[in-house]
Structures are given as C-alpha cells and as structure tokens.
C-alpha cells in the first residue's frame, strides 16, 4: 500500500502542473494499491478548485476505485493533532499529518510525495521506536 499526498494527485490532474510528467510516470510504475485522506483530498480540491476539470477527474479517479480513502476516526484526529504540535516548529498542516497518522495504522511506510523536504523530517511511531517515512517519488 502505499498512501499519496496533495502535491502529486495536484500535477496528475492538472497538466499544466510542472511535475505532471514526472508524476505520471511514477504512477505508472506503481503495482501496489494507493490510499490517501479526506484531509488530502480537501487540499487537492481547494488547489484545483472543485469546478475545475482536473477536480473531475481527481472524483473519477476515486470513484472508479483508482485510490481508496482512509478516513481517520476520533483517535486517529487525536494522533493528527499531536503530530502537529510535535512538528509546530516545521509546520506540519493537517493533511501531512493525516497521512503520517495512517501510516502508523496501516502499518505501511510508503508516501507518494513531492515535498520530500517535510517528509523526510517526519517519522513513523511504532511502539516505542520511530521510523523514517519511504518517499515515492
């Protein structure tokens, strides 16, 4: 499994996006089934604009099972507001940390990313140990 984050669903729906190219080839090289979170898909929305075309193919895309959603539950909020206090100094917004927050309890390490700077700062808890975040890129 592997989760994505805001900046690559962006550039895959919108051509006009820098890494489009680069982002599509990655996809394209993925075998494992992605995930990601209602608070990255508000970014994704918000950026693209939700009458936009790339917002209708970003909703085909899920809708058609080519990503699922995680949705976090009361705890996992919890967990997503505590990362962001850990990380106030960096800032983390609520999407990176939703995604850090399914990590741990999908037990997976991979994030399809472009902002490799934030998350290779970001590390996984699993029990008393931290864990570095696998960046797809």
């Given at each position: 499994?592997?989760?994505?984050?805001?900046?690559?669903?962006?550039?895959?729906?919108?051509?006009?996006?820098?890494?489009?190219?680069?982002?599509?080839?990655?996809?394209?090289?993925?075998?494992?089934?992605?995930?990601?979170t209602v608070p990255v898909l508000t970014e994704v929305f918000h950026i693209l604009s939700p009458e936009s075309i790339g917002s209708d193919r970003?909703?085909?895309?899920?809708?058609?099972?080519?990503?699922?959603?995680?949705?976090?539950?009361?705890?996992?909020?919890?967990?997503?507001?505590?990362?962001?206090?850990?990380?106030?100094?960096?800032?983390?917004?609520?999407?990176?940390?939703?995604?850090?927050?399914?990590?741990?309890?999908?037990?997976?390490?991979?994030?399809?990313?472009?902002?490799?700077?934030?998350?290779?700062?970001?590390?996984?808890?699993?029990?008393?140990?931290?864990?570095?975040?696998?960046?797809?890129?």
């Amino acid at each position: 499994m592997i989760l994505v984050d805001t900046g690559p669903l962006v550039a895959l729906f919108d051509p006009k996006d820098g890494l489009h190219d680069r982002c599509r080839r990655t996809l394209r090289s993925l075998r494992a089934p992605l995930v990601t979170t209602v608070p990255v898909l508000t970014e994704v929305f918000h950026i693209l604009s939700p009458e936009s075309i790339g917002s209708d193919r970003v909703r085909d895309f899920v809708m058609q099972g080519g990503m699922r959603t995680w949705h976090c539950d009361d705890d996992a909020l919890a967990r997503s507001f505590e990362l962001m206090e850990q990380y106030a100094d960096h800032p983390m917004d609520l999407a990176d940390a939703s995604l850090v927050t399914a990590a741990e309890r999908l037990g997976t390490r991979r994030i399809f990313t472009v902002d490799r700077r934030d998350f290779s700062t970001y590390r996984l808890r699993r029990g008393h140990r931290h864990h570095e975040i696998e960046i797809v890129s």
